[in-house]
T-cell receptor
């Protein structure tokens, strides 16, 4: 089975901290994504990456950055955490567009910023 | 820009009923559409992926249809069970060139025994 693993299920961080959310996939997928999910707003795309060291902004990139140094790992970085970044963060991966392949999601990280 | 809408937002049915969840999308130039299930506090589990060349896809008691011309997809659940209680999300690609999915806000299903 394809696996997307997010390193933490729950995190509590203080305002102003630098926060790293890690995501690892084991199926050699080229594309990886970070979404956040909030009640009433649904899933919104933060960033995605279609290759090592490549990144594209999604709909809500402000306050976030990403890193993809290896194909299997995609990190989301909150440069200075704020309370409005309290949310559920979901990582996903898939093959390239032309493969016409579905997404696989991780189990999510519930981040609380206090 | 692709927009995905799901109706209804919530649905309650007694066990054993057949039901239909609806999904509409604005950009019909999609190459696939995917249905997911999400249990409270958990990640998304893929249920069905329908390619643009297909009209239907089936998995067990689930059947998903895709009508690109009308911008609609439906998820049919046969003989519902309490274990089917969850939020169901549909998602379509943002555009023809990119792979980022745009999600509907989901339909929360409650099946009572």
């Amino acid at each position: 089975d394809v696996k997307v693993t997010q390193s933490s299920r729950y995190l509590v961080k203080r305002t102003g901290e630098k926060v790293f959310l890690e995501c690892v996939q084991d199926m050699d997928h080229e594309n990886m994504f970070w979404y956040r999910q909030d009640p009433g707003l649904g899933l919104r795309l933060i960033y995605f990456s279609y290759d090592v060291k490549m990144k594209e902004k999604g709909d809500i990139p402000e306050g976030y950055s990403v890193s993809r140094e290896k194909k299997e790992r995609f990190s989301l970085i909150l440069e200075s955490a704020s309370t409005n970044q309290t949310s559920m963060y979901l990582c996903a991966s898939t093959k390239p567009f032309r493969a016409n392949y579905g997404y696989t999601f991780g189990s999510g990280t519930r981040l609380t910023v206090v | 820009k692709q927009e995905v809408t799901q109706i209804p937002a919530a649905l309650s049915v007694p066990e054993g009923e057949n039901l239909v969840l609806n999904c509409s999308f604005t950009d019909s130039a999609i190459y696939n559409l995917q249905w997911f299930r999400q249990d409270p506090g958990k990640g998304l589990t893929s249920l069905l992926l329908i390619q643009s060349s297909q009209r239907e896809q089936t998995s067990g008691r689930l059947n998903a249809s895709l009508d690109k011309s009308s911008g609609r997809s439906t998820l049919y659940i046969a003989a519902s069970q309490p274990g089917d209680s969850a939020t169901y999300l549909c998602a379509a690609p943002a555009n023809q060139a990119g792979t980022a999915l745009i999600f509907g806000k989901g339909t929360t299903l409650s099946v009572s025994s």
